[in-house]
């Protein structure tokens, strides 16, 4: 799911759950197609692997193109119980 982020700058959010590693990887691959220079992958509790392994396929297909820029690992109520949860930014570089 791609969501946009409560930030002024054009950045997108890709919340990783259950779809296909490759769905993810598409999803980043369009949003840096249509001009979008930041982006952000979350994975929540058992998904946190699992965005983390996207950003891998993502590095694999794209390159030095791609850089990170932070990563931000803590926990948030969601769904009423306290999750943890890794937000990957990253930054296409030109």
């Known amino acids: 799911?791609?969501?946009d982020m409560s930030s002024p700058a054009n950045?997108?959010?890709?919340?990783?759950a259950r779809k296909p590693l490759t769905d993810y990887v598409f999803d980043a691959v369009v949003t840096f197609?249509?001009?979008?220079?930041?982006?952000?992958?979350?994975?929540r509790g058992d998904f946190i692997s699992k965005a983390v392994d996207v950003?891998?396929?993502?590095?694999?297909?794209?390159g030095?193109?791609?850089?990170?820029?932070?990563?931000?690992?803590?926990s948030e109520k969601f769904r009423g119980r306290?999750?943890?949860y890794i937000l990957i930014k990253i930054k296409r570089r030109y």
């Not at 197609?33 to 994975?43: K, M, P, T, V, W």
């Not at 950003?55 to 794209?62: A, F, S, T």
């Open 1 to 3: 799911m791609v969501q």
């Open 11 to 16: 950045v997108k959010i890709i919340d990783v």
């Open 33 to 43: 197609n249509q001009g979008i220079d930041e982006l952000a992958i979350r994975g």
């Open 55 to 62: 950003y891998r396929l993502l590095y694999e297909r794209l």
């Open 64 to 74: 030095d193109t791609i850089e990170i820029t932070n990563i931000e690992i803590g």
């Open 82 to 84: 306290r999750r943890s």
